[in-house]
């Protein structure tokens, strides 16, 4: 079983069914089809409100565009030390902003707490041009250890911006199994709560590749369409992102999908706490992070289980991720494997 | 019928099949898994030189990262005028390179010749760092004017960049375009000729949404690698662009595709002179441009054709492409039809 | 005798003796002292409308700081192909813009003519996010060929600007010359022509190192003053710049050297004519670009006059630049030397 | 008296004498010049190795421009993070590495620690493009906390950067300094100890604004000359920064006046701790960093001197910069208006 990450799976078949359907006849190219031509009415019905979408096909393309339309090249971005920008996008936020600056903080279990950032606000170094003045909070939702900003956590946090004058973004890579633990309704932790837009995940929860800019500020729009074609993001054959996009939030296929995920990391846990294991915090979503003893981690090893070590929460803690195709039958039999 | 370009069309029978097959099973992420390992073997295969591939989903990607690890952020890019790097990929080329400058020149049918290309240089500034020296060439194949450089002709370009020490490149959206029309081996207009890197296209010849850099030089692969990643341009899912583009040269589906393409080209250019049309210039592709008076250009877009008018050429010229998955019995029909 | 350049020449008492004066005492960096502060003021007086103005130390730095104010990344700057941002500044703009892209046109002397300005936007590519659209014309006054601008050229200019919607920069290296040409008052060739931002050159005309971004849209000032500051051009010792500033426009220092640069040439212009040499075109500044024949050019050499060649006027014509320095008597000497 | 920043003071009579001197004639611009062809020489004497000089006018430029030639756009720069270009230079490192990422760490009194430096380069994240290798270490000499690497120490760096094949920069803002606290010579602390290159700071320290790239690499000559120039501070007048530059280097003026700054430093020490304040670290240089209790601070203050709170330290900590113009007489008398 593969636990490593939830980029190992494959595609789902709703999105192959619908990829399959759209592979017979001609359509206008980027962008002009009418698939794509769908995407802001989906979306907006989604999100309850009037957003743009722009998508693209990997989720760093879709954070660091988003970033090139909410701060200055001479900007900065506060976020979470842990955060996928910060750590796991090379120089990507440098590039596509052409120089603004990560000004990384720290928070419990990779997520920013509001009144935490009110202070790192407050103490960052304002001294004119020589100092990089805070412009925008990228906050990520499931977040990279695998917890889940509550709705009052998120208002909070766009209240702090608010307050500042901030623009707030969501790195929304693992959005979906952050909606299906709360049970909440998406605007919720969204533009209801202060957040300008979103890379709404789609590729780790049963797409092929795309992931999807939501813009619930319509005036960002000329400028993130303008970088994804200056960076190469513009698909000509855009009808194919749209399709995906499309088949994944239909029938709340994506929240099912991510519900899933969610229900196999807690049948996970439980197998591995009554193995010995530990949470290192309680878990929100598909991601567990554990502490392992030498011999549990070499009996999961030795039944074909794949996962990481996560060295910066300890030597002994190591990361599952579960999938929408995590096959939860066999997690359960994976009980008796490893006893 | 859609001749308005061939990145209207769906992707091919192959690439659905193989996508499909993949479309089951987990596999590693970001290129570790065994269909993206097979890339370098197959591709240098093909080219019969040992080559490095790296996989991105669109055109404009490809070119620009290609140059990006051939030109200093202060160099210069030799290109024809209509080139697509100068006429249709924004200010791309700047922004990955970080601010190398396109220096466009003129030749027929979007060709560059060799000599001109010599004057070109020689005649270039050369006042050490306040003008932009150029350090690399870049050439379309087929052009985006529908012709081919001959194996001469791009060996004779070849040599010009190696009597002045300049890089060669090579856009390639429509490569196998050129290598249908020539029946030549692929490594006799690239490597063979002196170029260092290739954006293999596969997009508009079938793909879903897939065009490889091919490097030549080894020595390239690192920074094409580092620019890949931080562009945003690294899929999670690599497989898939690797299974298309796997599927695309299996079999040569690549030729077979392309060389139906340019048989539709000459089917339709041959009914279009029937009714009075004149090809603006020789066609070696799948690209068409032609004089077409009032009266036929009606016709034929009563007819349902769909075609633009290309006013670079003139007023009354238009560009039709055909392409894979061209139907070469509903061309013929035509005929009837607009007569 | 040195026509080489106006560079070549050191700076002017006035500014030598305002140097001298403020290299006593302490005082406060980076533009907080009484000196820097002045320079609104003075700049505002000098253009009879309220400017904002930032200095630097070279005119390259003036003008692309002042271009990454005025057009987005991706948008493209209308330039004459002979423009020094086009032809002697490297990659500058495309560094400081973030990829902006120069959109360079013709037009006789260097100048560009409204009319055909009206065509060459109205001809330029309109594909949305594909082509670059030009957002900002950049002209130079006095022209790299030593021409000016009429008040009535630059209103035309302006004109069509403000028709398309795009902003207008004036590179000023040589405003002082085009002022004193023309006998007028600043603000007639600038912002009531609908110029945006200027750089007032001081380094050719007296100063040691300083030309003077001058803003008439305040809205401006911020991202001009961030890009001074993180491309290293805000001095610490700001005062120096503001100085010499202050030095250059007081008692019109700044038209008085203009002026006698401009006699000074035109001296130099008979005398050349006398002994055979036509001017390639009439010279309105401190520029004289002429045809000599070989035997005047060996006759001038020897006389040790120095003079460049300009073969982009054609293989018999030379550039002579007058200055503020030059001695009129030993000008009037040379009549005899060369006879 | 001003003990707010040492670049508040003028510049000093040598460098006044040199500008008045050369402020009479014509010379070639861009560095042509004869006084700008001895800097090689100068500097390569002053060092005892062979050196390329490239001057600036800020530190800034200096430091920036350095570290474009020194890492890939995609690299790291170890720095402390105190470091003048992690909090005091904008997003300047961005901007001219194309997107480098400043990799901050920490160590007692705005030094970095061998040891801790060669753990830290072992703890950053090496998973491949995903995180940023760090390529280059950039210590400043004397540190922003008034403190200097001790030639040993320095050597220490040095042997660390080369066991992990990282370049070695030194941000030489106060290098005179520094230089006069060692009593060593330059070399033993630059090139012996492995450094790349320095920005050998001498606006600080008397001149009106220069500050010399030395690069002890000569590849690193291109790159630099070419960065210098497309960000506009290559000036036409080259002479004046090398003016500035050979007066600051004869007779030892750089070392007669950081070894006057220092003595001050080190007198105002005494007096203040004679009054009750004590150093918050011993003083290397010609910055204190001291406790001062609110009587002694108002009494300072009363007496007419200027210093700036340094809340990093602590909310008692202040810092006085004494400089190559402090009359020490005065100081002496402050002892007397103080008590």
Chains 1, 2, 3, 4 share one sequence.
Not at 205 to 227: C, H, P, S, W, Y
Not at 273 to 278: I, R
């Amino acid at each position: 079983m593969n636990f490593a990450s939830d980029n190992v799976t494959p595609f789902c078949p709703e999105i192959l069914a619908a990829l399959t359907q759209e592979g017979k006849d001609n359509a206008p190219a980027y962008g002009g089809d009418d698939i794509s031509q769908q995407l802001d009415t989906a979306f907006s019905q989604l999100f309850d409100t009037d957003v743009k979408v722009i998508p693209v096909a990997t989720g760093t393309a879709a954070n660091c565009i988003s970033l090139s339309a909410l701060v200055s090249p001479y900007g900065g971005v506060i976020c979470h030390h842990e955060a996928h920008i910060n750590e796991d996008e090379s120089t990507g936020v440098a590039f596509f902003t052409g120089g603004a600056k990560l000004l990384p903080m720290d928070g419990p279990t990779a997520k920013i707490e509001a009144d935490a950032l009110d202070r790192f606000i407050a103490g960052q170094a304002n001294r004119g041009v020589h100092s990089v003045a805070p412009e925008c909070v990228a906050i990520t939702q499931a977040s990279e250890l695998g917890t889940v900003y509550s709705v009052e956590e998120a208002h909070a946090i766009g209240d702090v911006c608010k307050k500042h004058g901030l623009r707030l973004f969501m790195d929304g890579a693992r959005f979906a199994n952050a909606v299906a633990h709360l049970g909440c309704h998406p605007a919720d932790i969204t533009w209801k709560a202060g957040v300008d837009a979103i890379s709404f995940g789609a590729t780790k929860n049963g797409a092929m590749a795309v992931d999807a800019i939501v813009l619930f500020d319509n005036n960002l729009k000329t400028r993130v369409e303008q970088a994804r074609k200056r960076s190469g993001h513009l698909h000509s054959k855009h009808r194919y992102l749209a399709t995906q996009l499309l088949a994944y939030v239909k029938n709340d296929v994506w929240l099912k999908n991510a519900g899933h995920a969610n229900d196999a990391a807690t049948v996970l846990a439980d197998i591995l706490c009554q193995h010995g294991a530990t949470l290192a915090h309680p878990s929100d979503g598909n991601e567990l992070f554990v502490h392992l003893d030498t011999d549990l981690a070499e009996k999961l090893r030795a039944a074909g289980v794949q996962f990481h070590p996560w060295p910066s929460l300890g030597s002994t803690v190591y990361r599952f991720v579960a999938a929408w195709s995590t096959d939860i039958a066999q997690v359960h039999e994976l009980n008796a494997r490893i006893s």
